[in-house]
């Protein structure tokens, strides 16, 4: 188990580099991650929901994901509630504070999973998350020592350099952990280091000295690493590329951002992600909505910030807009959540750039999709994750076709665009054609970047991490027992 001093220090990626440094060797190895809070989920074949980042760790190890590999999932609604997933469907939302004091089942679910996993495969790498120097949180735990002690796991723990005082990240959480707790952990990394590696041999040296833990590798910056699908909205940033610019307000609880990867991968493409707190750039091509996990309250953020005058502007001076799923949802003329499924209860007026009305009703649709566009009949493979039905006169315009029936709307000028399918731009043809419209040209194969730089990542590790110690580390997993 990979866990960490904190939120954000690389554990993800590691995970996914070891997972396909484990395939290359020859190992079948499956990434497993007891409790991931995140908004930005992947949909699984049987149309449940992961964390986005354990979908990688499974690309990683050339697998498929599956519910199992994420069975407790939290994606925050507001600051201190979120709706819960196990083993992929939606339990409900839950205040932090209720979620804290009643964790009833959870563990069973998570090494029900765990179990399942581990029948099918040689090796298991868990993702902790956060830390588990939060000791306030230690009670009830299933995602740190708490999973490691339930399912007899050993750790290794990774602290960040990028961040400073790593030192004091690595001893301090060996001393606020009680004894057993710290007696789990067999070894430490250190991430993310900038320069020259001897120069920090002392410092690995002192940690090993004032934990007794050994160290399995001092891990420089790898800097592809942004070609990845970044997973937490600490990850997402903008990209320099060239003079095609997309420009993307930072939604408060902005969802399945995932959409941005391919684009930023383009080079021909400038990925601008804007902060709170400054005016959209005038001068984009593209102005692109994401998704939301809280529609309704997104759209009051974006109107906020003066984003809605923006974008009116930019659409008046002859600019695109594309709006998926929640993105979507907001330019619309009304968005009606009469049972309060989004936030609470009522109906407020959209953007209104397309001609559709939203309610926010019915089941959640979770499902992989594949379509086809209905201009030039291109392939489109993505993924839905949503609760809203969106009718109206734009939708006569749809521009997609799937399973049979028309998707997404297009006003009548043909400027402004919005569809419920994630992951559209990852289909390379559909890619080089739409920002072919924007009078721009595609230069890349997305997929097989992706598959390049995960090969790169193993390498990395392979050289800098000490894998055949970290194999000898791993314990065949004990008979189930609760």
Known sequence: MIQGTGSNVGKSMLVAGLARALRLRGLSVAPFKPQNMSNNAAVTADGGEIGRAQALQARAAGLAPHTDMNPVLLKPETDTGAQVIVQGKRRGTRAAG???????????????????????????????????????????????????????VPVVLVGDIHRGGVIAQIVGTHTVLDAHDRARIKAFAVNRFRGDLSLFDGGR??????????????????WDAWKLPAED?????????????????????MANFDDLDPLAAEPSVTVEIIPPGRALP?????????????????????RAQGWDIDILAHHRRGGHVLGLCGGYQMLGQTIDDPDGVDGQPGKVAGLGLLDVHTVMAGDKRVTLSDARTLAGDLPV??????????????????????EGRAEGATSADGRVRGSYLHGLFTSDAFRTRFLADLG?????????????????????LERYMDIDRLQELAEPIPARAL
Request: charged residues 20%; glycine residues 12%; aromatic residues 6%.
């Open 98 to 152: 209720s979620f804290m004091r009643d964790k009833a089942g959870l563990l069973e679910a998570t090494l029900e999973s765990f179990h399942r996993l581990a029948a099918q495969h040689d090796i298991i790498l868990i993702e902790g998350a956060g830390s588990p120097a939060e000791t306030n949180l230690r009670k009830g735990d299933i995602a740190n020592m708490g999973f490691a002690e339930a399912a007899g």
């Open 205 to 222: 040296d002192d940690i090993a000295r004032w934990t007794g833990w050994p160290s399995v590798g001092v891990v420089p910056w790898f």
């Open 233 to 253: 909205m600490m990850d997402i940033a903008s990209h320099a590329g060239g003079a095609c610019k997309v420009v993307v307000p930072q939604l408060e609880r």
């Open 282 to 302: 005038g001068d984009a091509d593209l102005v692109l909505i994401p998704g939301s996990k809280s529609t309704i309250g997104d759209l009051a953020y974006l």
């Open 381 to 402: 493979s993505g993924y839905e994750i949503h609760m809203g039905r969106t009718t109206g006169p734009d939708c006569a315009r749809a521009w997609l076709t799937l």
């Open 440 to 460: 721009h040209q595609s230069d890349v194969g997305y997929d097989a970047g992706v598959e390049a730089t995960l090969d790169a990542l193993a390498a990395h």
